[in-house]
């Protein structure tokens, strides 16, 4: 099985938390970037889960992580802007906000 690449496992950690999902399971970024700015404890939490995500968005000063909400928000806003459908078969990206869409005809919500 390949390995998960990083911004795939950051949605997958993102989406265990039921307030940053939609009905259909798909990722909220508006709320994820609103617990960010808000330094939601939760969020936090869920982000120090996970080594590789922690030592991304913390730093560490003195044996304490601190939380880098503008790395975290900087990263998720670069990351929702341009997007591939995987199913598409065209395989073409475009931004259109939260939403890819593919030329073959179907559209994926980020």
């Not at 938390?17 to 960010?36: C, M, Q, R, Y």
């Not at 404890?41 to 120090?48: A, K, P, Q, T, Y």
Request: aromatic content about 10%; proline content about 4%.
């Amino acid at each position: 099985m390949p390995k998960e690449n990083f911004n795939e496992k950051l949605i997958a950690l993102l989406k265990t938390n039921p307030d940053f999902i939609d009905e259909s399971g798909e990722l909220l970024t508006a709320a994820v970037k609103d617990h960010a700015w808000k330094l939601d404890h939760n969020l936090i939490r869920l982000l120090l889960s996970d080594p590789e995500i922690k030592s991304t968005f913390f730093d560490e000063i003195d044996g304490h992580w601190i939380f880098n909400h503008n790395t975290f928000i900087r990263f998720n806003k670069n990351q929702s802007s341009v997007r591939v459908v995987a199913d598409c078969p065209t395989k073409r990206t475009c931004e259109q906000g939260r939403y890819t869409h593919c030329v073959g005809g179907s559209s994926n919500a980020y």
